[in-house]
């Protein structure tokens, strides 16, 4: 989604401006633009459509100094990719950029008679206007008159004419996060953006207002009282947000994961067993509940399916998942005997946040599975969860994706544990398969060639089906969403035995099936719902565990994964459906990290 960075400050705005729509630009986007503030007060506005390389083009040609700007990357919402539609706005005395949208957009124009003042299609715009409207010489009484206006989710960052050197930003529910160092002060949609200058930050609390001049971030709540900022320490380097040699981030993401899964697990193993005294979560939470509720979207609602296959035989309490963006409107039957364990690794899913505070309001308890540590998820649920993933830079999601996984798993042996379903043996032969599954994974990304060699016969398909049971189905649609995401093949995950009841229809021969049989107790029966592809000419890649024996013919490809316990197979096997994709990806030489229409962090509905 849109990328903003501010700052104000001794050094050269311009070359700031750009690191940060740089390093932001891994959200995805489709046009952006800076606004700088002169030596002379003059605001120079550069605005292009396409990659953020085409706005340097233009922004390099400016030779003089600037000391205070903003930057934007836009991901089109309210209107096309246009350069009209690109932020920044500029309206009477103000300009701004905006990260969100504004619902009553339509009803605010006839309110201030904008119509013909309008020069995009942007609710965006129209907001500037409000602004500039409202504005009779003091920034925050503007902004705070503006907010009562408005109505959806917003985070802007604001240049007044008045006052060269001092930019303003607000927000409400979309991400912002601040920062004052020697080298000047910084506001940013994400983190990335500021690590390159200081490693303090503080995330701007929603319905605040900050002042940022070159010296020092001011925070106002809405009553224009001064407050302090609670600052936080980025618990990762530099390092980690660079592609460190690798041609990807996605690939160096994948690489990571069995660090990125040691991470996560390894600090929470007590005597061998879950432990999450550190992270604060009682075990009454587990106890008291009757029923769990995984609610989150995409990749990590995939997590969400495979940890409901694992759970809910384990635990003979009822496991439900939701995609946050139904469960929202929904009226879910949930309350305080749920335990509701929201996924995400941004932490600032919109729908996924919305279904969390629905979920609170019905009186469950909300328990996050986060990534990204200080965002609006984790400090709003009751209890979190931090995965240790580090910064996942690529639109695709591998290695948050295993690290949650590993996260579910832990709280699924834990609740066996304290729920008398597992004694102190078996949650520790549980937790000792689980870190078994770490050299699994490790022994999946050594094959990465051979991977790469059988992707030839996928790449120039326009459908691919992905096939199994139980958890191999949960594991499919991980793998049908990676490859459509990243190489932009149509591909559908079915339950295995589901197929014939009308979708087998479009099997042909030039339809390859991806199929996962590592379900001992449904091998059998996936390896028949294989050969009923296969009768019908598919070109079959076959995932399977080393152990399993296989009559001739069954498959084209047959790829081996480690031999580790049924429930742990989806982590090499998240490893091979990854690369699959990746290469699939590469191999039509598509933007791997960045794909078209897409982006990290969806924090519009
Ligand atoms: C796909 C992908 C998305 C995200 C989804 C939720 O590769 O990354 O499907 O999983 O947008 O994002 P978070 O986890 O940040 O809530």
Redesign the pocket.
Known sequence: MCGIIGYTGPLDSKKILLNGLTQLEYRGYDSAGAALCMENSHICLVRRTGKVANLKETMERITDVSHCGLGHTRWATHGGVTTQNTHPHQAGKVTLVHNGIIENYHQLTEQFHLEAKLHSETDSEVAAWVLDSLYQGDPLEAITRLVALIKGSYSFCIMFEDYPGEIYAIRNVSPLVAAYTRSGSFVASDLTALIPYTRQYFVVPEDHIVRLTSYKVHLYNLQRHEEMPELMEVNWNMDAAMKNGFPHFMLKEIHEQPEALRNTILPRLSKGLPDFTDDQIPDDIFTSCSQIHIV???????AGMAARSMMEPLLRIPVTVSV?SEFRYEEPLIGEDTLVII???????ID?LAAMRLAKNYGAAALSVV??KGST?ARESDYTLYTHAGP?IA????K??SV?LAALYMIGCRMALVRGKYSVPQATEFMKKLLNAIPAMESMIAQKDSIKALVTHLINKSDAFFIGRGLDYAFSLEGA??LK??SYIHAEAYAAGELKHGTIALITEEVPVIAIATQEKVFAKTISNIREVKARGAFVILITREDAVLDGGVADIHIRIPKIGDRFTVFPIAVVLQLIAYYASTGKDLDVDQPRN?????TVE
């Open positions: 989150a979207c995409g990749t990590a609602m995939h946050a996924i995400s690794q941004s932490g600032e899913t996924t990534n990204v998820i996942e639109v695709a999601s591998t948050a994706y949650q969403l990676k995401e990243i897409l982006a990290k962090s969806v």
